[in-house]
């Protein structure tokens, strides 16, 4: 069982996940490369492999479960960094504080196809992909002990992908990370100087300036953000306004597939198969919530659900490490200018 | 000249260094290796191949500026990510805040031999190369534009480091980073509630608990924190409660080469020369300095300067970019016996 302990002076939670317990040894390098082919433990055929699935789309009424025959499968990472058992027991330690590591680890394999990715796709496939995760995000708020689901994908080695084959994978804490309490706040107190919604705001600006915006359909757009921490950094925005994703309509998971699959080809276009981590931001799961001991919120309906793309083609060194302070060398308006001028070879 | 650009969305600066602007092409691959030998720049009688010295420490008194004969050499960095000429300019763009990119960025060559680390360095020269970090940071101080000096260093390519010969970096700021601001917030929370500075608090709970105390002397103590985000996280705190480094006594600086050289030896013992970076958190410049815009504060006097050591063994992947929250698979304890068992091969 692994442990979030809070950490006092930078104001933050982190899990100690003593269950994959590394020695020295098993920390000697980070990956570089991803683990290859022949026994891939994601392709069809091999799902015994693999803890029991937990859904299965696609495979036909007579399949038997962990079995062939799927289009997309999720299962519990075998080497879970939070588990769904027992109380949180939530408890000081001295001056320190710690729970227990409640929550859930899934894996979804987005395809029995080892060679695909999201640029290659076809868009009905990417309308399943995004119905599951929409699906699993509203099953996982069903345990109110679950604050917060990030779902979210490392596509390349660079960017933590330990397996090639095309995988996501959903993480349920039993807190609000950092990143997510922060936008929380900003759109909060955004909404309590003006009464409009953060998202929606910048969203009508980079409209109107038209310098950012890389794509755009009817329900979705595709920006660099003004700010972005990463060269060729996007945020996928819907224009309708709400604060989770569960709120998605069937007309919109068409739209936002498309939109993903073409801005995964267009970066792959321009960059040559960059690595990149793909997350989804929605709201936390409960009426109220906890954001740091003390300090409980109410429900964020003036939160904007969002996916952000970050490409990993810069390193992350000292200066971000030590300061959450990026160095961004290419400006989001020139990374704007080349992804509008490839069309993706859909 | 680059530019600071204000995140709304997630309450955070983001320097864009157009001046070093990266095409697609420049950005295909993260380098995994540093730049070998034969050209190096920063060993001695390369001296021309860098901007002209701010500083330089150990050439006898005939020796001239920009030549061989310096044991320790400060230059300005050759591609800088902020530059110290003309006015901030703070401006609204529309919804967004943006201010020029006015700062400092220099590289301390920490020595004239190429293959040494913090590690192998003796005492006396760690010594000369702390007290450069110090008046570096009183000197930049001076130009209240700089509102926080951050000194760091990357140690091998996956830390970030691009040349291999030994040396740390000085960015200077015109704003107070994230992860600085919040651990002001923190230490002024406890500070108002408590009046006892949460550094002294945590420092003296690890003293006693003495689960997680690597080494120590009169001066100082190393600690692995009990919140850390990375595998053999370390962190070096002062005993004598100051907010700033600046502050360091000749005695102190002593104390500290030892600490740090022989945390860098054991490190290299138990890791096999693992990539880290090292950065120095000490207080803001100005006595009143500017969070993020509209609130301002007063000089911190309840915030204690420290230094932390991050190993970079695990990926920093989708789930820690995308929340800021971190899994660590080495308990810090786990860590503090074997960095307690070996001795460093000084």
Redesign the interface.
Known sequence: MSEL??????????????D?????HD??????SVTEPSFCPFCPGQERRTPPEILAIGRPPNGAPNGPGWQIRVIPNKYP?LSVEGDLERRGV???DRMRGVGAHEVVIETPEHEADLGTLPDEHLVRLLRVFRDRLADLYRDRRLKYV?I???QGA????TLAHPHS?I?A?P?I????A??L???RQ?FEAKERC??C??LN?EL??DERIVLENPHFVVLA?????F??ELMILPRRHAAAMTAITDEELAALAGCLGEAARRLHR???D??Y???F?TAPNTEAFLTKPGAWQTLPHDYHWHL?I??????????E????????????E?ATR?LREVEGAG
């Open positions: 302990r809070f950490d006092l002076i930078q104001g933050r939670w982190v899990i100690i996940a003593t994959r317990s590394r020695r020295p920390l000697r390098s980070v990956s570089q960094a001295g001056l320190f990030l979210f994908k490392n660079v960017a933590g992908a994978q993480i804490t807190i990370p950092r990143i997510v922060q936008e706040n900003q759109a955004h953060l998202f705001d910048v600006e109107e300036r953000p003004y700010a972005s921490r060269p060729f321009v960059l040559a960059p690595p981590n793909l997350v931001h952000e970050l490409p990993r083609l810069t390193q992350v060194a000292g200066f490490t030590g300061t959450d302070f990026y160095i961004n060398p290419t400006a989001p020139e080349f």
